[in-house]
């Protein structure tokens, strides 16, 4: 027993020493030092529901990375030049609660990143029906604010964010509202509310490239994010079609790479809609 707690300790010794070289020769035998393969994502669990004061809510865990996302509508003025459309504003937040890397205080530059990253995909990619939250053109408009929070960081905070706003959105409902005489706006109670039909149904996959066994890791966790050199996301729809591909890094990717990289996103696809069916369907 005494050997094989030294030969533990060593090994915690040596990843902290030299992380890199303690991954590599994982990597050099097609395994991380978790044991998944290169090409699994981990363990994802979704629960729907579980905000009461929010319109809409899901909670995803994502291996060690948790996040809730809650969405809360409300009514405000459309701009002058979209006066049919309704607005979604996405905020992730990263605290010291969920990881001693983050401190206090503004939103960090990676929370912000994330945030214009979703905002970008969401509206750019017309995911979001933003005319369906019009309640009357040039008068009032919903306002969709989602809030994400990270409760545990461990990698890959995007993929987990996407998914738990989904989810969220999936399960939102909105009710049928107009405006008065008096330019108040009233809902209608006996009228039931409508969901929020997405044009498109998006699952982020994120992948790290290493060199050196030149490799490529579906689904990083905290550890391997800092270790990598270039990470790459590829969003796809349920249909299988190309939402948005984003690379983080200066050096090139070959053909085969960069086919592998779709290849996954569309199998994670496939895994992450009956996990979304699921948790709503409880």
């Known amino acids: 027993m005494a050997q094989v707690s030294t030969t533990t300790k060593n090994f915690e010794i040596f990843s902290r020493i030299q992380p ?64 049919d459309q309704g607005y979604f504003v996405p905020n992730v937040e990263l605290s010291p609660l969920c990881s001693p890397k983050f401190r206090q205080g503004p939103p960090s530059e990676k929370a912000q990143a994330i945030s214009e990253f979703i905002h970008q995909l969401f509206t750019k990619s017309h995911i979001i029906p933003l005319k369906d939250l019009c309640i009357e053109s040039g008068k009032a408009v919903w306002v969709l604010h989602a809030d994400i929070v990270c409760l545990n960081y461990d990698g890959n905070i995007l993929d987990a964010s996407i998914l738990a706003l989904v989810t969220a959105l999936k399960d939102l409902t909105l009710p049928k509202a107009e405006v008065s005489p008096a330019m108040v706006v009233e809902a209608d109670p006996s009228q039931p509310t409508r969901p929020i039909q997405l044009e498109r149904f998006p699952v982020s996959s994120t992948f790290c490239i290493f060199n050196q066994p030149n490799v490529l890791l579906c689904d990083p966790n905290d550890t391997e994010e800092i270790l990598a050199k270039e990470t790459m996301v590829v969003v796809v729809d349920t249909d299988g079609n190309i939402c948005r591909v984003h690379k983080n890094g200066g050096t090139s990717m070959s053909t085969d790479m960069l086919r592998t990289c779709f290849e996954r996103a569309r199998e994670r696809m496939e895994e992450v809609k009956k996990l979304i069916d699921e948790a709503i369907k409880k």
């Open 20 to 83: 890199y070289e303690y991954l590599r020769r994982f990597l050099d035998q097609n395994v991380r030092p978790d044991g998944r393969l290169l090409d699994r994502f981990r363990k994802t669990l979704i629960t729907s529901g579980v905000i009461s004061t929010a319109n809409a809510s899901a909670m995803v865990r994502l291996g060690g990375t948790t996040v809730v996302c809650g969405i809360k509508a409300e009514v405000t003025e459309p701009k002058v030049d979209t006066p």
